[in-house]
Each structure stands twice: as C-alpha cells, then as structure tokens.
C-alpha cells in the first residue's frame, strides 16, 4: 500500500513539473532576434540578461526583434506576426507579453503588446517609452535603445496606469471595452461585490451601535421637566406676499483651447486583431 502510495506522489511531481515546464515562462528562450545584425554580441547577451529578468519582475513575456526587410508588411503587422508565430508569453504560449521592433525597411520602431500587458501597457505609456527610445535610435545607439525599452517596460507594467476602458479577457482571448460589458455583468464585478458588501456591513454595525447605545442611556427628562404649568401659549405669525424681483446676469461663454487629453484618473488602451487572430495593442515612431 505505501509503495502504491509513493509511485502516486511521485507520478503526481513528475506531471505537476511537467506542467509548469511545458506552460510556464521559459526563461532560457530567446528573447533576442537581432535580424539586421544592429547589436554585437556582447549587447546581445547582455540585452537576454535584461529582458529575462525584467520579464520574471513584471510577469510579462520581453522580446526585442530587428529587420532589415519587412517583406512588404507594416511595422505594427510584422510586430504582431513575429510575436504570434513563435508563440511567445509568459504564462503560456500566445500569451501576455511585449515585442519591440526595430524595422529598419520602413525606418520606425513599434511596440507590440499581447494578452494582459495590452491593459497594463497603455497607449499614454506606450508613447512615453517611445519618447524615451526613439533618440538612441536616431543616434544609431540600439543597444542602448533596447536597454532603455526594457527598463521602461518593466516599469509601466509593474507600476504603472491600467486601462480604464476595458480589460483583457483571458477565456475569451481578447481585449474587452467596458462598451460591450452588459450592465448586468458590470454590476456584478468582484470589486463592485466586495465594495457593496463592504459598505453595507460598515453601515449595519454603525446601526447596531447606535441602538445599542440608545438601550443603554436611561430617559430622564421629559417634556414637561422645564415647563410651568399653565405657561404653555401659541403665537401665530404670517407672511403676506407683496411682489417678486428677478435679476437676470449674463454668463460669458468659454470658448478658449482649453485641452481635453486624457483624464487623470487612469491611461486607455486600444486594441486590434493580428492576421492569425490574436488581439494585440501598441504604438510606433518613425525615425
């Protein structure tokens, strides 16, 4: 019987392993594809280093790609393609990740973002990160270019904005806009539960102690404690209506540039569909 019991935990182990080799984050896999030959190989090995670590902080896939030819396609459609067909991810494979792009057939950098990082990495962060890379490019600096992406990627995902338009759907593969959440579903978030539970137990125990309270305290003055018997008497008062006076003020328009932008409360996010079906997010700069 123990021994039956032994080769059932040890089958257990070796399948539980199993599973988190094969659906895990794979820390050994490339996360460099240097295509134009843009970084030595110091910079290389160096820039694997980074994205791994930057990776297993932010628990989001990190690759960096370079090309010399595009092979027709736009730098937001290669981006996308490239990250699809090797299956990248950090918790499986299509997974939640971020691609940088350096194409230079069409001289412009993007930013490709897959599962949860498209809700983590939003559009404003996005753009920051371009403002921060796009100058090493313009140097002709690119490793220092892919040093500083994978600094401020780890950052915006692991302490940044998330987008308060929508979310990514994990069953169903896709960024989801808070417009096409029913009503029904939206009220009934986890968040919103626990906040209404939360409020209506603080409430309760706020009633409770008040009644408590009131059943402690004795009355011991009435109505009649300070009133003279006999003394009690009604005055009647009344308002007589004469006439009404109204000031009217004209309030000038606004009509300034006065910005809209974005609010201060959180980033948005905006998404789209990769050739092979999977939902993406980014930016680009020329350069």
């Known amino acids: ?19 988190i080799l094969l659906c895990g984050f794979d820390s050994q896999g ?4 240097d295509d134009a030959g843009l970084l030595s190989e110091e910079e290389q090995e160096e820039l694997q280093d980074m994205l791994v670590a ?13 090309t010399a030819d595009s092979g027709g396609k736009s730098p937001q459609s290669y981006a996308d393609d490239f990250y699809d067909s090797h299956g990248f991810g950090y918790e499986k494979e299509n997974g939640s990740g971020v691609l940088l792009l350096i194409d230079m057939d069409n001289r ?6 897959a599962g949860t990082a498209i809700e983590e990495y939003t559009d404003a962060e996005i753009e920051d990160t371009l403002d921060a890379v796009i100058g090493s490019v313009q140097s002709e600096e690119y490793g220092e270019a892919c040093r500083i992406f994978a600094a401020e990627a780890r950052t915006a995902l692991m302490g940044g904005d998330s987008a308060v338009n929508g979310y990514y759907d994990q069953e169903e593969g896709r960024f989801v806009t808070r417009e096409e959440v029913p009503e029904w579903k939206e009220a009934l978030a986890p968040e919103k539960l626990l906040l209404y539970f939360v409020t209506a137990f603080i409430l309760a125990a706020v009633i409770v102690f008040i009644i408590a309270r009131k059943r402690k305290t004795r009355m011991t003055v009435t109505g009649r404690t300070y009133l003279k018997d006999g003394s009690l008497d009604f005055h009647l008062r009344s308002d007589r209506y004469i006439n009404t006076t109204v000031v009217k003020r004209h309030i000038p328009q606004n009509n300034g540039g006065g910005g809209g932008g974005r609010s201060s409360g959180g980033g948005f996010s905006s998404s789209h569909t990769s050739s092979g079906g999977h939902s993406h997010g980014g ?3 020329s350069f």
Not at 54 to 66: G, K, S
Not at 108 to 113: G, L, P, V
Request: glycine share 6%; proline share 0%.
């Open 1 to 19: 019987m123990k021994k039956k019991t032994r080769r059932f935990l040890a089958a257990f182990l070796v399948f539980l392993l199993s599973g």
């Open 30 to 33: 490339q996360k460099v594809y």
């Open 54 to 66: 930057a990776a297993e902080d932010a628990e989001q896939d990190m690759i960096v790609v370079t």
């Open 108 to 113: 412009e950098i993007y930013i490709s973002t």
């Open 283 to 285: 930016g680009g700069r």
